[in-house]
């Protein structure tokens, strides 16, 4: 299970909105500043994640877990490691299915494990399936134990990330809504604060 803030990116009419609105608080001075409030400001929304990233991790992150139910049953059923990454290749949609394939391709022409099974030592879930899927097929070990063993490691691995993304999406959702009640709270809040003290010092 995966868990994600879909943002999508604002309009501009809004980004230069949000540049333009400490106008009203700063007074003319901020206009030569308004372009570098408006840059941080895309510049701060082009960090969030976007619909379209959040959906292909999620598709990844569940064909990973799908993979390793996968690869075991088929395993259990007496297929060898090749026959099995290409019957389960074709089942894959995500972006996935193109790693998997590559390990299919460079193990099929007789390349290292450790080289052949590279694509997949950086990815969150699956790096440790395929060191140790790698360091097995170098020793000569049984795959299916080294896949039933680690399959259950990466289940819990993934529970575990999934609750800490649940605890950090106050962190995330406040971003974006800070910036949007920023303006509102210098002009309502602190805006009378200080016009009401330099009134008072007969300034104005």
């Given at each position: 299970m995966a868990f994600g803030v879909e943002i999508k990116t604002p309009p501009?009419?809004?980004l230069l909105f949000g540049a333009l609105t400490p106008l009203l608080f700063l007074g003319s001075w901020w206009l030569p500043c308004a372009p570098l409030g408006y840059w941080f400001l895309r510049r701060v929304?082009?960090?969030?994640p976007t619909t379209a990233s959040i959906a292909a991790t999620k598709?990844?992150?569940q064909e990973a877990l799908f993979f390793l139910a996968a690869l075991s049953g088929s395993l259990k059923s007496g297929?060898?490691?090749l026959p099995a990454l290409a019957t389960i290749s074709q089942l894959l949609t995500s972006s996935l299915k193109r790693d998997i394939d590559r390990i299919y391709s460079l193990l099929l022409l007789g390349a290292e494990p450790?080289?052949?099974w590279a694509p997949l030592f950086s990815d969150p879930q699956l790096a440790q399936l395929s060191r140790a899927l790698a360091s097995a097929q170098l020793e000569g070990r049984s795959l299916l134990v080294v896949?039933?063993?680690v399959s259950t490691d990466c289940y819990e691995k993934t529970l575990k990330r999934s609750r800490e993304r649940v605890k950090s999406l106050s962190v995330k959702l406040a971003l974006p809504v800070g910036l949007c009640f920023l303006p509102s709270f210098l002009i309502g809040g602190i805006g009378p604060i200080v016009y009401s003290f330099f009134s008072s010092?007969?300034?104005f």
């Open positions: 501009r009419l809004f929304f082009a960090l969030l598709a990844r992150e297929l060898s490691l450790n080289q052949a896949v039933e063993r010092l007969q300034i």
